[in-house]
């Protein structure tokens, strides 16, 4: 984001590997518990 003619904003986020494979594991659990009847909330990750 251009804060004037001299700055610049930069947002970043980074997450590392370890992270992103516990929440794709998480996804999984969850997707696999609803296409199985049960009903599970996203609150908890």
């Given at each position: 984001?251009?804060?004037?003619?001299?700055?610049?904003?930069?947002?970043?986020?980074?997450?590392?590997?370890?992270?992103?494979?516990?929440?794709?594991?998480d996804l999984?659990?969850?997707?696999?518990?609803?296409?199985?009847?049960?009903?599970?909330?996203?609150?908890h990750?």
């Amino acid at each position: 984001m251009v804060v004037n003619k001299t700055q610049l904003e930069v947002y970043i986020w980074y997450d590392n590997e370890w992270g992103y494979s516990c929440r794709m594991a998480d996804l999984v659990n969850i997707v696999a518990s609803t296409d199985s009847g049960e009903s599970k909330s996203l609150r908890h990750l």
